[in-house]
């Protein structure tokens, strides 16, 4: 699967933003999604992910019910909503797709097949 992530840009501490990630070339449906995001001289983190059985979500702690995942398999988009932006959020935002990964593996970046090429988020102080 192809994936193009956007919606990434700059917003004020307690402000929102949407990420939108939109899939092509298979059918996505199979599809667990995540995203991850990285920041300037730090590793990859896990934000969140939806499980392709079911829907169920999983979140990174540090989101602390801020962020919300959504998967909308008739758009063959998935959705990263986040409010009460930090500037400790600041990073580059990616999505990431497998039809194959297990649960357990689903925080882990290594189990995801397909990422996008990332979206800037930007949260001033």
């Known amino acids: 699967v192809q994936l193009q992530a956007c919606g990434g840009g700059l917003a004020q501490a307690g402000g929102f933003l949407r990420l939108s990630c939109a899939a092509s070339?298979?059918?996505?449906?199979?599809?667990?999604m995540g995203w991850f995001r990285q920041a300037p001289g730090k590793e990859r983190e896990f934000v969140a992910a939806s499980w392709r059985g079911g829907g169920h979500t999983y979140y990174a702690d540090f989101v602390e019910g801020r962020f919300t995942i959504s998967k909308d398999n008739a758009k063959n988009t998935v959705y990263l909503q986040m409010s009460s932006l930090k500037p400790e959020d600041t990073a580059v935002y990616y999505c990431?797709?497998?039809?194959?990964?297990?649960?357990?593996?689903?925080?882990?970046?290594?189990?995801?097949?397909?990422w996008g090429q990332g979206t800037l988020v930007t949260v001033s102080s």
């Open positions: 990431a797709g497998s039809s194959s990964l297990i649960l357990s593996m689903i925080r882990d970046s290594r189990a995801y097949r397909s």
């Open positions: 070339g298979a059918s996505f449906r199979q599809y667990s």
